[in-house]
C-alpha cells in the first residue's frame, strides 16, 4: 500500500528538476497527480511517461483565473485535492539591493510569493471538500536565514515570505484538517545549480556543507512526500530545513 494512497495532488513547476521527482514519487505511492508547469512540451511528456494517475495543465501560477481552473481540472479528472506542493520558482537576476530593478523584484515576488498564495486560496475550498488536506510549500535557506551571495533581495524576501504564508494558513485552516508546512532546501543537485555552477563550483558548494555533499533531489522529495502523507497528521506550522546542516555552521 503505498503512503500517498487516494490523494489527490496538484504539483507546480513540475516538468522538471524537484517538481518533477515529487511527481513521480507521488505516483509511486499511490496518489493522483495534476502537474503544472508553463512548460507544455515537458509537462505532458512527463505526464506521458507516468500512466493514467498523472495528467498535465499548462499553468501560470501568478494567474488568479489560471489557478481556479487548475483546481477545477483536477476535481474534474481526480477528484477534490488533498495535497498541494507550492514547487514553483525563480531565482531571478543577480544583483544587490540598489542595482535591482523594481520590475524584477516584483516579477520574482509574483512567481516565488503570490504564487503560494493564490494557490493555496484556490485549493483550500477543495481541501475541504476532501476533509482534509496538505499544503508543502518549497522555499529555501534564504526563507531562514539571511545568506552572502544569495542571489537577490527579491529572491530572499520571497522566501521568508513564503514562510510567514505557510504558518498563517496552518493556524486559520487546521480545525478543518488542512495542513501547511515549509520545505527550506540549501544546496541540491538540479538543472538550476548546474546551470549557474560547474564541476567545480558544486565541488566548492559541497565542501562547504558538513555532510560532505550537495543535495539530490530525491532527498527532498523524501520529505515532501512525508508531509503529504497521513503519517505527518499532527505537523502543521512549520518549517523543514534539509541543507546538509549548512545553516547550523
Known amino acids: 500500500m503505498g503512503r500517498l494512497n487516494g490523494k489527490v495532488a496538484i504539483i507546480t513547476g513540475a516538468a522538471q528538476g524537484m517538481g518533477a ?4 514519487r507521488f505516483i509511486k505511492e499511490g496518489a493522483r497527480v ?13 505526464a506521458g511517461d507516468l500512466g493514467a494517475n498523472a495528467a498535465f495543465f ?7 483565473a489560471g489557478w481556479a481552473a487548475a483546481v477545477a481540472e483536477a476535481e474534474r479528472r481526480f477528484g477534490p485535492v488533498s495535497a498541494l506542493v507550492n514547487n514553483a520558482g525563480i531565482i531571478g537576476s543577480v544583483a ?3 542595482d535591482l530593478s523594481e520590475g524584477e523584484f516584483n516579477r520574482i515576488c509574483a512567481i516565488n510569493q503570490n504564487s503560494v498564495f493564490l494557490g493555496t486560496k484556490h485549493v483550500i475550498p477543495s481541501m475541504q471538500r476532501a476533509g482534509g488536506g496538505s499544503i508543502v510549500n518549497i522555499s529555501s535557506i534564504s526563507g531562514i536565514v539571511a545568506i552572502y551571495g544569495t542571489p537577490n533581495v527579491a529572491y530572499a524576501a520571497s522566501k521568508f515570505a513564503v514562510r510567514g ?5 496552518a493556524i486559520e485552516y487546521g480545525k478543518d484538517s488542512i495542513r501547511a508546512n515549509s520545505v527550506h532546501p540549501g544546496y541540491i543537485k538540479t538543472k538550476m545549480m548546474t546551470d549557474a555552477l560547474d564541476e567545480e563550483g558544486i565541488k566548492v558548494a559541497s565542501a562547504s556543507v558538513p ?3 550537495v543535495g539530490e533531489v ?8 512525508f508531509l503529504a502523507s497521513d503519517e505527518a497528521g499532527f505537523i502543521t506550522g512549520s518549517e523543514y530545513i534539509i541543507d546538509g546542516g549548512l545553516t547550523a555552521l
Do not use: F, P, Y
Open 21 to 24: 521527482e515529487h511527481a513521480r
Open 34 to 46: 495534476l502537474i503544472t508547469d508553463i512548460d507544455a512540451a515537458g509537462g505532458n511528456a512527463l
Open 58 to 64: 499548462q499553468l501560470d501560477v501568478t494567474s488568479d
Open 96 to 98: 544587490k539591493c540598489a
Open 165 to 169: 504564508i505557510t504558518k498563517q494558513v
Open 211 to 213: 555532510i560532505g555533499r
Open 218 to 225: 530525491e532527498d527532498v522529495s523524501n520529505l515532501v512526500v
